[in-house]
């Protein structure tokens, strides 16, 4: 295993710190227990969102606190749930009585964690509604999940219920905000190669020279199929292929493509498959509207990619293209 | 090699009509030659500037094209040199008049075919300077180069001479303070694993499983050393260390510290020799005022970093902190 890290068991302490020092013009810092806040913390009057999970998916969520998105993020360790006193921790210190929304990846352990951290702020008299994001349209019930899971398609939904929260919605709409955004978000990825967890040490799986992983999980879980490479246009065809079954557009239809990096990934290889899918949605009429190429919901350094499809309407549209300032996304401010 | 592209000898064709697609709200890009230009260039009355160079280093140059930037971007062909073709058609159609800055990385094939078109484009009546970047403090006359390599700190001189065009100053003030931070900054790289550039095939060195490659160059040029992997802490202190010897830095200076990701490192381990080197930076007394911390000087997949310090002062700051609105990079606009 070769990495940039000092021992494995400090790499989410150390990198929070790292984090907080070039980003304290945004964020503050909790070290212990730890999350991420948005520097004006708690807003007056409006609606606190915070989301987390594990580390190793960066720049989400840490990445996404700020103006006009997160409020809070709780990183776990590498790849694992963080657990709920954190999230309390951070639900405490984003709540401005106007309530709190959670947003969480439909993962096993992270939905628990989440849920227990709710119970104990509404003992608290802090009104949290949770959303669970399961936009993966690649398996139901997998290795962590009961369910569809959750991966890059959560970035558009923090982005544009955070700019729901930031107009002054309330819990409910910001609630049914983030609920539409899911409902109308596809996504599906392919991994190259495989990714090392620090404690671990070791791939998280293997592949072959020539061989690819179509539907992987953000964690390396299993996806579809194991096949031979092939070229970008067609595994791009394979991964448009269920979202385009699942969620079917008509011609005239508007959406956000993403095309998220898994870490590891060229920018170059991004783009080429941005090239695909556009012309492909673009065959059935459909318009891109929208977009965002890069590195959004990674899995350390595997190499692979997903597409996230989200069909938007003018309130949606409208929604994310509202001001945003964070580390990983900011624009119009 | 496992690589989402499908001809390599598309590879950069497809990527920059991927870019096309995706930043149409930005950019023109030109296919024969190519470039890519600002949508609104050429800018009545303001100096237009130009960079360009081998693929394979994205977000450079091409996701640093737009307001408060590049005017225009050439891309090679992967880790080759533009001809002096399209630097010639992006030099035209950025100027309006006021001039054209080249700002060129030092590598031999780079600097002989920007000379060629700023001398094709003297004959046309269009003013061109020349700024070399050579931030780059591992080694002199390499297998690319003769002096010192343009690595990282060429987004820096990018930035900060954007936006002394975009304010209005003339051809020769722009040069003047691309020239000046030119020769604050400096910069000093570590590859873990090498990358494969597409029409090779294969990877362009080879470390073993234990070895890293101190002072390594964008395109693998050999550094100045390999060693045995170390804590990222002592690698951050070998990075630093030659820095800090060529450019001295007094207590109570201030920098900017651009943590650059090679293209295949995860995020967490950016932040983690940011950490560190905002430490020992600290230790002596200097501020880290401003900072970047992500991928924008690439090598392809290769897993590394590189550190860079420019020594700010006023001017140079508010420059940096002037709006910019490209794909790469946006704020405050």
């Known amino acids: 295993m070769k990495k940039l890290i000092n021992d494995p068991k400090n790499v989410v302490d150390e990198a929070v710190a790292g984090f907080e020092a070039a980003h304290g013009d945004i964020v503050v810092v909790s070290h212990d227990p730890i999350y991420i806040v948005r520097k004006d913390a708690p807003v007056a009057g409006k609606v606190g969102i915070v989301s987390g999970g594990g580390s190793g998916h960066e720049p989400l969520h840490g990445g996404f606190v700020g103006y006009g998105m997160l409020d809070a993020a709780v990183p776990g360790p590498v790849f694992t749930s963080p657990t709920p006193d954190p999230i309390l921790a951070a639900t405490k210190a984003v709540d401005s009585g106007a309530g709190v929304l959670h947003i969480v990846k439909n993962y096993t352990g992270d939905v628990l964690n989440f849920e227990t951290a709710a119970d104990l702020a509404a003992a608290d008299d802090i009104e949290v509604r949770t959303v669970i994001v399961d936009d993966d349209v690649a398996v139901k019930d997998s290795l962590y999940t009961a369910g569809r899971r959750g991966v890059a398609g959560t970035v558009l939904v923090e982005k544009i219920a955070g700019a729901a929260a930031e107009r002054g919605d309330d819990l409910d709409a910001v609630a049914a905000i983030a609920t539409k955004v899911n409902s109308q978000v596809r996504t599906m ?75 590891g990934t060229p920018q170059v290889e991004l783009y080429i498959v941005f090239r ?58």
């Open 189 to 263: 990825g392919v991994a190259l190669t495989p990714c090392v967890v620090p404690h671990a040490g070791e791939p998280s799986f293997t592949l072959a020279d020539d061989e690819i992983e179509i539907g992987i999980g953000i964690h390396g879980e299993p996806g579809r199929e194991r096949i031979k490479l092939e070229p970008a246009d067609a595994i791009v065809d394979r991964l448009l292929a269920p979202i385009l079954e699942d969620m079917p557009l008509a011609s005239g239809d508007k959406v956000h493509l993403l095309v998220n990096g898994m870490g």
């Open 276 to 333: 695909h899918a556009a012309a492909v949605l673009a065959e059935k009429g459909v318009e891109v509207t929208r977009s965002l190429v890069g590195n959004f919901v990674t899995s350390l350094e595997m190499q692979g990619v997903s597409i996230s499809v989200l069909k938007l309407d003018d309130e949606l549209t409208a929604l994310y293209d509202a001001p945003v300032q964070t580390a990983a996304l900011r624009w119009g401010r």
